[in-house]
C-alpha cells in the first residue's frame, strides 16, 4: 500500500499529460516579460478546474496570480514563472536554427518548463492534503516578468512573501542538483536625455546635445569602474542616440544601465553613485534628463536546511530516464555548441573531490545528458547572475533545485534551450521537478523540526535586514 507522500507523487504522475500540455502551451504563447496575458489566464482557468482558490492581478501586476488549496499552517509558496526572451523564435526538436516566426519570441530560459513543473507540485501536494485531511496550505504564485520584471522584488515591497513559512522553486537545467549560494542583486534604470535640436554646422551654438550627455555619463561610470566593490557590475545599452544625421545636433537620447552588486544594500548605494553621474552629464551639456525606475532584485540567501530537505527527497526519487533516441537528439544538440564538455555542477566548482566524482559520472553515462544526481554542496557559494527568487529568500525561508532540461554545457539563453524545452527531455525535467518539490512541501507539513531549524537559519542569515530595491512609487515597466 502507497504512503500518503507515495500516493501524492504517484498523483502527478497520473498529471504527466496535462504537465506536458502546459509547457507546451506556454512554449507556443512564449510571451514577453510583464506581456505574459494568454500564459497567466491559461494557468488561472486551468487551477481552478483543479479545485485551487485563485486571485488575478496581484500586488497591481495584471500577469502575476496566486493559487491556493487548503488551509491553516504551515504555508508553503511555490514560485512560477512564464515568460520568454526576444529574438529567440526556434523550432522545437530541430538540430538547427530554424526560426518559427522571423524575429520572434522564445524559451531560451526553459520558464515554459518552470511553470509547468511548479504547478506539477502543486497538484502534488493538494492531492496530499486531500489524502492527509491536516493542517497546511500550499500557494502557488505565478510570477511574471524575471527576465527584466522583477515581480517577485515587487510582491517583496508588498509584503507578500512575510506570511508563508517557506518557499520552493526550480528552474531547468543541464544539471540534476540542489543550488545553493548567493546571486549578484541587480537594479535597472533607463535615464532621457532631452536638448535642443540645431544645425551642426550654421548654429551649433543654439544646440544642446543629449547624445553628449549620454557619452559623459558613460565616460563618468567607466571611471567609476575604480572605486567600487570587486563583486560589482555595471552595464549599459544606449538604446537611442537620437538619430541618424550627423548634421543635427540629437536633441534626444537615452540609455539604459544595469547595476549588481553581492548585496542589495550596496547595490541601492551603488546606484545613487550613477544618478549623481547622470545629473553631473546633464549639468554639463545643459540638458534635462528623466529617471525611469525599470526593475531592482536582491541577491540570494541561502538556506542549508532547506536545500538538505531538496537534495533528500531528490536522492530518493531519482533522476529523470531517457531514451536512446532522446540521448542521441541531446549528443546531437550538444554538437552545435562548444563547452559541452564542462565539468559541470554548483559542487565541481568549488570542491576538487565532487569535480573529479562528476567527471567519474560523466565518463560513466557516455552522454550529453547529465542523467545522475550532483552531490550536495553544502558551503557558501557565489553566482554572478541575478534572480528575483532573492528578495523571496530575505522574507522566507527559500530554496532551489536544478533538474536537466537540456544537454551538458548549453548556454543559457541560447536557441539550443527553445528546441529542447518542447520535447520529452523537457516534459520530464517539469514532472521530476515537481515531484521533488512536491515531496520537500509534505516532509515540512509533518515534520515541525524541520521548519523550526529552516526558520532558524534564516533568522540568523537575514539579521542584518532587507533593503529592497523596489521605491514605494515604482510599478512594472518594460524599457522603452
Known amino acids: 500500500m502507497l504512503s500518503k507522500k507515495q500516493a501524492a507523487i504517484a498523483a502527478i504522475e497520473e498529471k504527466r499529460e496535462l504537465i506536458a500540455d502546459t509547457a507546451d502551451r506556454i ?60 529574438g ?54 505565478g510570477c511574471p516578468g524575471e527576465e527584466g520584471g522583477a515581480a517577485k522584488a515587487f510582491m517583496a515591497r508588498d509584503g507578500v512573501w512575510k506570511g508563508l513559512d517557506a518557499a520552493l522553486t526550480w528552474h531547468p537545467e543541464d544539471v540534476n542538483e540542489v543550488r545553493t549560494g548567493s546571486s549578484n542583486s541587480c537594479i535597472q534604470v533607463q535615464y532621457k536625455f532631452t536638448g535642443v535640436a540645431s544645425h551642426a554646422a550654421g548654429a551649433p551654438e543654439r544646440g544642446r546635445s543629449a547624445l553628449d550627455a549620454v557619452e559623459l555619463m558613460n565616460i563618468g561610470v567607466q571611471f567609476l569602474r575604480e572605486h567600487m566593490g570587486d563583486k560589482a557590475r555595471i552595464h549599459y545599452a544606449i538604446t ?46 545643459d540638458t534635462a534628463f528623466e529617471r525611469r525606475f525599470i526593475d531592482g532584485l536582491a541577491d540570494t540567501v541561502s538556506n542549508h536546511v532547506l536545500e538538505q530537505a531538496l537534495f533528500d527527497n531528490y536522492e530518493e526519487l531519482g533522476v529523470p530516464g531517457y531514451t536512446r533516441e532522446e540521448h542521441a537528439f541531446a549528443d546531437g544538440l550538444a554538437a552545435t555548441y562548444p563547452g559541452s564538455d564542462i565539468i559541470p555542477g554548483i559542487a565541481a566548482r568549488y570542491e576538487d573531490g565532487a569535480r573529479e566524482q562528476v567527471a567519474r559520472m560523466r565518463a560513466e553515462h557516455g552522454h550529453a545528458m547529465n542523467d545522475f544526481l550532483i552531490p ?14 532573492g528578495d523571496v529568500s530575505w ?26 524545452d518542447r520535447t520529452e527531455i523537457g516534459h520530464k525535467a517539469a514532472v521530476h521537478a515537481g515531484k521533488v518539490l512536491a515531496a520537500t512541501v509534505i516532509d515540512l507539513f509533518t515534520d515541525p523540526e524541520l521548519l523550526r531549524a529552516a526558520r532558524e537559519e534564516f533568522e540568523k542569515r537575514t539579521a542584518r535586514g532587507y533593503v529592497c530595491p523596489i521605491p514605494e512609487d515604482a510599478v512594472p515597466v518594460v524599457p522603452d
Open 27 to 86: 512554449w507556443e504563447f512564449a510571451e514577453l516579460s510583464l506581456m505574459e496575458k494568454r500564459s497567466a489566464r491559461f494557468y488561472c482557468e486551468l487551477l481552478e478546474k483543479e479545485g485551487f482558490l485563485v486571485e488575478k492581478g496581484i500586488c497591481g501586476i495584471d500577469t502575476a496570480f496566486s493559487a491556493s488549496f487548503g488551509s491553516g499552517r504551515p504555508v508553503i509558496g511555490l514560485l512560477a514563472e512564464y515568460d520568454a526572451l526576444s
Open 88 to 141: 529567440l523564435s526556434q523550432k522545437a526538436g530541430s538540430l538547427v536554427r530554424e526560426e518559427l516566426v522571423a524575429g520572434g519570441t522564445g524559451h531560451g530560459c526553459g520558464h515554459n518548463l518552470l511553470g509547468a513543473g511548479a504547478l506539477a507540485a502543486a497538484l502534488g501536494v493538494k492531492a496530499y492534503l486531500e489524502i492527509a485531511g491536516c493542517a497546511g496550505t500550499v500557494v502557488l504564485y
Open 240 to 285: 537611442d542616440a537620437g538619430g541618424c544625421s550627423p548634421n543635427v545636433v540629437q536633441p534626444r537620447a537615452s540609455v539604459l544601465y544595469m547595476v549588481r552588486s553581492n548585496h542589495v544594500a550596496e547595490a541601492v548605494e551603488l546606484q545613487g553613485r550613477v544618478d549623481r553621474i547622470a545629473q553631473g552629464a546633464a549639468l554639463m551639456t
Open 376 to 389: 550536495l554542496y553544502k558551503g557558501e557559494a557565489f553566482h554572478p547572475g541575478s534572480t528575483d527568487v
Open 395 to 420: 522574507l522566507t525561508p527559500t530554496a532551489q533545485i536544478h533538474v536537466a532540461a537540456w544537454p551538458n554545457g548549453c548556454p543559457g539563453h541560447s536557441w539550443q534551450n527553445v528546441s529542447c
